[in-house]
């Protein structure tokens, strides 16, 4: 209840209407604690979107612009990228005489990465900002640089706020009162958000020996904290413990099935144990050999208590739901266990059509839909069902970073396709830098896609949507193996939010 009374006496100090509030509501998401303040960004953003296509004098600043503009847009405002448009002289080239401004600059390239398929401005803003910027760095090395690099190297909207919060704070300085005082709420929220991850850990560590899976499946990844790591990253509100405990079981259970699939099971059990979970009875079940039955009870069982927990929260049975997606993903894995048993590479378009679905996300987000629980209509259950763009987007992305080659798993020598593969097949004498621009590429035209998909309006609630787009934030983490096959970035980011604490 402080927090609100502060930020909103902090608010009428400045006043809801000035630069100050905007750059107060930016700190508030970098610090990742703006879980506390939803109703009062509300209220600045909604008044800021009124008047944000006319107002003139924010425009003669070229930070102001470019924050408010990418402020409205993370929150689902529709703004219309025309506003940049002034920054171009009489030949319709950006002007020489902003690159002078490196902090208007940041924001310009901050902004770009709200861009939608046609917004040419945005592309060219993005281009221009970071062209000069990673010149501006190369000569010079201070503290501000370091804020440029991070700026380039993990710009707010592609990044996780709470992964990048410490960071923030050791750069977030000021003279003004409201600076301080979040300063110190983010130290104490970091340390209890921290506790209550390390209770979540408990629980999934206890849930996992119990499962058995581990003992009975050693050809198998035994991994249950970095499997974790996802809910952790992509519902990080601290009230959403139970969800986030929850949604790490099917999690673990598309890395087993993904196992058995691709490491250990023959072409005839795959197409049996496929068949099974279509059916879903126990006639199929008994065909399949012990290990297989093993997985398909913990499926079973993990799909009938989140069913019956969804039933009881809210209302709805998703067990329909749940069982067609785990059938979908089977059908993927079976589609691409037989293009390798006949040594078979299909066209790009044709694996990546495929790889979307095989990568899992459609399981975990229809899981996690029903979980959080809000927006539980027949419609809105129907677009789920369907593989909607918001969630094919997040697919296609984490499909095509892992495929970029660096992202072989640790200790797992399975019959993975790859999109570099079937592309550079399709496309002889492409080498392998330009087929790896090509997915990059691939993959910025898709983040344009997901938020297009994440503007008002649209059939699903904020906390789903910010979860979508945290799925594709955190996938950069997820997939970027060193020479020794380890995460660093992952494992310093799981240090720092679980075991480490904040010192006031």
């Keep these: 209840m402080k927090c609100h009374i502060f930020f909103s006496m902090a608010l009428k100090e400045v006043g ?5 509030a905007l750059l107060m509501i930016d700190a508030i998401q970098r610090l990742g604690i703006d879980y506390h303040f939803h109703g009062e960004i509300e209220v600045v953003l909604q008044r800021l979107h009124t008047k944000f296509n006319t107002l003139s004098d924010c425009h003669n600043n070229l930070y102001e612009l470019a924050l408010g503009f990418r402020l409205l847009r993370q929150e689902g405002y529709y703004v219309s990228a025309d506003v940049f448009n002034n920054l171009k002289d009489t030949e319709g080239k950006i002007q020489e005489k902003l690159s002078e401004d490196i902090k208007g600059l940041m924001g310009l390239y901050e902004a770009s990465q709200l861009s939608i398929k046609g917004e040419d ?3 060219e803003i993005g281009n221009f900002s970071s062209q000069l910027l990673n010149a501006w760095n190369t000569h010079n090395d201070h503290s501000q640089a370091r804020i440029v690099r991070n700026t380039l190297g993990h710009p707010h909207h592609k990044s996780l706020a709470r992964f990048m919060a410490k960071s923030f704070l050791s750069d977030f300085q000021g003279t003004d009162g409201w600076v301080n005082v979040f300063r110190e709420l983010a130290k104490m929220d970091f340390n209890v958000v921290k506790s209550i991850h390390q209770k979540e850990m408990l629980q999934v560590s ?3 020996k119990d499962l058995g899976l581990a003992k009975e499946l ?3 990844r035994n991994q249950p904290l970095k499997w974790y790591m996802w809910p952790l990253a992509v519902l990080p509100d601290p009230s959403l413990s139970e969800q986030r405990v929850e ?3 099917p999690i673990s259970l598309v890395y087993i099935i993904d196992d058995i699939f691709d490491v250990h099971g023959t072409l005839d059990e795959l197409t049996l144990f496929t068949e099974a979970v279509n059916r879903w009875e126990y006639a199929a079940v008994e065909q399949l050999p012990d290990y297989m039955k093993i997985c398909f009870n913990a499926l079973n069982g993990i799909t009938n208590e989140i ?3 969804v039933y009881n929260d809210h209302g709805w049975n998703p067990m329909e739901s749940l069982r067609k997606a785990w059938a979908c993903l089977c ?3 079976l589609v691409e266990a037989k293009w390798f048993a006949d040594g078979h590479v299909p066209k790009a378009d044709e694996y990546l059509k495929n790889g979307v679905i095989s990568s899992g996300v459609h399981v975990v987000l229809v899981h996690m839909f029903f979980l959080l629980g809000h927006g539980i209509t027949k419609r809105n259950v129907d677009i789920v069902d369907d593989f909607p763009e918001i969630i094919s987007s997040v697919a296609k992305i984490l499909r095509l970073w892992d495929d970029l080659g660096s992202a072989k798993d640790e200790n797992q020598d399975g019959h993975d396709g790859s999109y570099l593969e079937c592309y550079m097949k399709e496309k002889p004498g492409t080498s392998i830098e330009n087929a790896r621009c090509h997915v990059m590429h691939t993959i910025s035209e898709t983040w344009k896609s997901l938020n297009n998909e994440c503007l008002a309006p649209n059939p699903f609630s904020t906390c789903f949507t ?4 945290n799925v594709a934030r955190m996938v950069p983490l997820m997939y970027s193996y060193d020479d020794n096959q380890c995460l660093p970035s992952l494992e310093e980011h799981m240090k720092s939010l679980v075991y480490e604490s904040v010192s006031s």
């Design 218 to 220: 050693k050809f198998a």
């Design 16 to 20: 809801e209407d000035t630069s100050e």
């Design 307 to 309: 069913s019956s927990k």
């Design 331 to 333: 059908n993927a894995f």
């Design 121 to 123: 401005i945005l592309e």
């Design 206 to 208: 206890k849930w996992w």
């Design 466 to 469: 910010n979860a979508c787009l």
């Design 247 to 249: 949604l790490t079981k």
